[in-house]
């Protein structure tokens, strides 16, 4: 069963930066997309950013230009490196994996922007 592992979320003011990690039990070669996704309460999971095995990188139209999502093949994790936070950042953050027609999810981790 592959697991995903999420870590790096925390309290942060408006404007700062977080570093999300996302630590896969398997080679991230055998994924066809890796993402980001959020919730916040009482609404659906978003997209934040994705990262497809070829073609270009897909970020949502709330965080592009802010937010840069990466891979390091050699630890098999991949990371969103988030800028200029706001407060409506605010969100649990879940790391997502797909391979055949199996999609996997991590526990998510809390993500506050406040002052």
């Known amino acids: 069963q592959v697991q995903l592992v999420e870590s790096g979320g925390g309290l942060v003011q408006p404007g700062g930066s977080l570093r999300l990690s996302c630590a896969a039990s398997?080679?991230?070669?055998?994924?066809?997309?890796m993402a980001w996704y959020r919730r916040v309460p009482g609404k659906s999971r978003d997209l934040v950013a994705r990262f497809p095995r070829w073609g270009s990188r897909i970020y949502g139209d709330s965080v592009k230009g802010r937010f840069t999502i990466s891979r390091d093949d050699a630890e098999n994790t991949l990371h969103l490196q988030m800028n200029s936070l706001k407060p409506e950042d605010t969100a649990v953050y879940y790391c997502?994996?797909?391979?055949?027609?199996?999609?996997?999810w991590g526990q998510g981790t809390q993500v506050t922007v406040s002052s």
């Open positions: 997502q994996a797909e391979r055949d027609t199996s999609v996997y």
């Open positions: 398997e080679s991230v070669f055998s994924f066809n997309t």
